[in-house]
């Protein structure tokens, strides 16, 4: 695993890359996020979040076809591209993957550093049809140590329960890495921001921490998706986005991460995660999480 070779509070860049990846198509796809790749870099960001499956594509027929666009973490093509391209351009990499592990898959994110292969995260929370071709995610909430700071990993439907942030922030999480594919929520107003925008606002602001989400664009077999992709500061307001609900395009935003931190203290009195009242609910939720980082 890759040693962080810098204070995680230094001012990084980070972009959020919203493709429009095509289902089957996984060459076009992967050949699209090493330019997108490429542009970010060459605009200097250092920390670069590509949409959930950006590999595959979502909307799958049947299991026996996500079983073929599946690949090996991080043996597999897929990863080994991105592994080449971080270490030349010098970047970390938050990507969403489909994963093979023997007869199991799993709607995966790899978090890939300079000096190579970090670590996985697997979504928890399966949403609608996911349930059908993929197992639950089997990790846990792990917080990576990266070479700009300590990464934890959400997948779209995570960012729905509030124990996907706090757990990441209580073990050291300087910002949460979002790949996404958004759809449209019932209920939803014609023109109203995504939910998840929402959700994602009030997940840093509570939690004092940035959160750096890449959605998808497009329709595949006759699912939209939303768009929005955003960037939030650890006070709860956007620094980057929301983007488009249409098009491709790169958010960028310069963020120092050390900020989480110093600003959990809101004021002379409070801080929002010593004033937590552990003696009415547990330290960790009641899960197997250990405070701490990987």
Known sequence: MSEPSQDP???????????????????????ASLAWIERAAAQGARLIVLPELANSGYVFSTREEAFALAEAVPAGPTCQAWMAAAARLGVTLVAGICEREGDNLYNAAVVIGPAGYIGTFRKVHLWNAENLYFEPGNLGFPVFKTPIGRIGVAICYDIWFPETFRLQALKGADIVCVPTNWVPIPGQAPGREAMATVLTMAAAHSNSMFIACADRVGTERGQPFEGQSVI????????????????????????????????RNWNAFNQVLRDRRTDVYDEMLGSNEKPGWY
Do not use: F, I, Y
């Open 232 to 263: 939030v500061g650890c006070s709860g307001w956007p620094v980057a986005g929301p983007a488009s609900r249409e098009a491709e395009e790169m958010l960028m935003a310069e963020v120092d991460l050390g900020s989480a931190r110093r600003l």
């Open 9 to 31: 509070a230094d001012t990084v860049k980070v972009a959020c890359l919203q493709l429009h990846p095509r289902v089957g198509d996984k060459d076009a796809n992967v050949a």
